[in-house]
């Protein structure tokens, strides 16, 4: 008989109601380097109940950017709750106004045009936070990205593309060229030719489009892999009619149907000119993240965190998670390769471990040949993402960090600043200690997982999703 013991990690979908507007210093057991100098932003979901409702999904939670910044081995902590119009709405009303992914608004607000179509597209930008045009901006899967202060994490408004290109949903893991000095993403357009448009943007802001594929039944694909000279879509068989998006009544992520005999369609375009080089087809799987691909000979290698289909979304549920329910769907990195040729798709396995929240070394190898993913893994079989795991791609190998009753968030890389080996740095991770009822900040060596210092927050912050390190001093002007 399965065990359904329920796991303490339930713990990290409670709402967090607390600001912490002013940084506050963290007491910090072990050593921060000196060199880290900067800050780590990140965003997610806080608080799950408006009025006397409560939002469905984790994926929908009203986000709350954190700033962690690390000076002379001293580290300080801050949040505020991001102020968009969802949120904004939500506290004036005390009602949900905006929709989410598996969340609509009340029906009084709502009306009968789907959300989706509505000029009022959420903002509650709660999945990343990613520097872009010169600017700091949280995302979320829709087309407006929100801009905040780094410094004091004051939200500013939403990112103003020059030209803003026209769709409904994107993804909120844009790529960076460094060589090209661009970001690369996504969008999709709904309509009666939906359509995929991918789209570069300059660091001035200037959105460019590059290439468009028209699609019946658009994909559900939460991130998207880039090359050196290519952009990679992987359209995953969970797909959506625009009409059933528009006239279901039911929350976005509803509408979408798993049809595993669709496969996978992989869509190869060049970054630049646009060109579709080569489409290949391959068994059907499901992902929400990209690792890393690169160019091989004449062919594409693809690393993902893939599951055998898309039943992970049901299980993110947050009255399944809040019941502290064994999770049996986990992420395993997958390798894909096919030749720009034409021929079959080849997948393997690269590691016997479960894994989510893949981060490499970015700034080196993006889009290049790496060796090594970060990512929070699963110790104990049905517990939520209890452990810190990193795979050497070139034996095999696999380490991890684990504490029990400790559980990580995604491991993001910092180099050191003269770092001669690819994982020559360390990883932060906000974990939640769920005997201690707070988190902490984690700073781990990138070369082997050990512990280097912990810096307690004074509450606990519910799991949340992504974001980035900002080197430098925040401006707070
Ligand atoms: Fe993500």
């Known amino acids: 008989m399965q065990d359904t013991t329920p796991f303490p990690y339930a713990a990290g979908f409670r709402s967090l109601t607390e600001e912490t507007p002013s940084p506050v210093a963290l007491a910090v057991r072990g050593e921060i380097p000196h060199w880290l100098e900067g800050a780590l932003l990140r965003t997610g979901p806080a608080k799950f109940e408006v009025g006397l409702r409560t939002y469905n999904h984790w994926f929908d939670g009203l986000a709350m950017l954190h700033r962690f910044a690390f000076a002379r081995g001293a580290v300080t902590y801050a949040s505020r709750f991001l ?49 872009l045009g010169g600017a700091t901006a949280a995302f979320t899967e829709t087309t407006m990205p929100l801009r905040f202060q780094p410094g004091t994490l004051k939200t500013l408004g939403v990112f103003a593309y020059e030209a803003p290109l026209s769709g409904q949903v994107s993804t909120a893991h844009p790529h960076y060229d460094a060589a090209r000095k661009r970001h690369y993403n996504y969008m999709i357009e709904f309509g009666l030719r ?26 559900y694909m939460h991130s998207f892999a880039m090359t050196e000279r290519y952009l990679v879509l992987v359209e995953f068989p969970l797909t959506v009619s625009a009409l059933d998006l528009k006239f279901s009544g039911k929350p976005f992520i509803r509408n979408y149907r798993w049809q595993p005999e669709r496969g996978l369609r992989f869509h190869v375009v060049e970054k630049d000119g646009g060109r579709e080089v080569a489409t290949a087809a ?78 490499i070394n970015y700034a080196s190898r993006a ?69 201690s009822g707070h988190s902490f900040l984690l700073v781990l060596d990138a070369a082997t997982l050990n512990e280097m210092a912990r810096a307690e927050t004074p509450h606990a912050i519910p799991f949340h999703f992504h974001g980035n390190y900002f080197p430098g001093r925040s401006p707070t002007a």
């Open 83 to 131: 102020e968009s119009n969802a949120y904004r709405a939500a506290e004036a009303t005390r009602k949900i106004a905006y929709a989410e992914f598996a969340t609509d608004p009340c029906r009084t607000l709502f009306g009968r045009v789907a959300a989706i179509f509505d000029p009022k597209l959420t903002d509650n930008a709660n999945v990343n936070v990613v520097g």
């Open 367 to 435: 889009g290049k040949s790496y060796r090594y993913v970060y990512g929070a893994g699963i110790e104990v079989e049905g517990d939520f993402l209890d452990s810190i795991v990193k795979v050497d791609l070139a034996s095999g190998g696999s380490a991890r960090w684990y504490e029990r009753g400790c559980y990580p968030g995604e491991p993001v890389f910092v180099a050191t600043p003269e770092a001669r080996a690819e994982d020559d740095g360390v990883l932060l991770s906000v974990v939640l200690d769920v005997g």
């Open 282 to 359: 391959g068994e059907a799987l499901f992902a929400f993240h990209h690792v890393n691909a690169y160019e091989e000979g004449d062919g594409l290698v693809i690393d993902m965190i893939a599951y055998p289909d898309a039943a992970i979304i049901d299980q993110l549920y947050l009255a399944r998670l809040r019941a502290g329910t064994p999770l049996t769907a986990t992420g395993r990195l997958n390798r894909f390769e096919f030749g720009l040729g034409g021929g079959g798709v080849s997948r393997r396995e690269l590691a016997p471990i479960a894994i989510e929240l893949p981060r």
């Open 194 to 219: 939906s359509r995929y448009r991918l789209f570069s943007v300059s660091d001035g802001g200037v959105q460019d489009e590059i290439a468009e594929i028209p699609v019946d039944r658009p994909a």
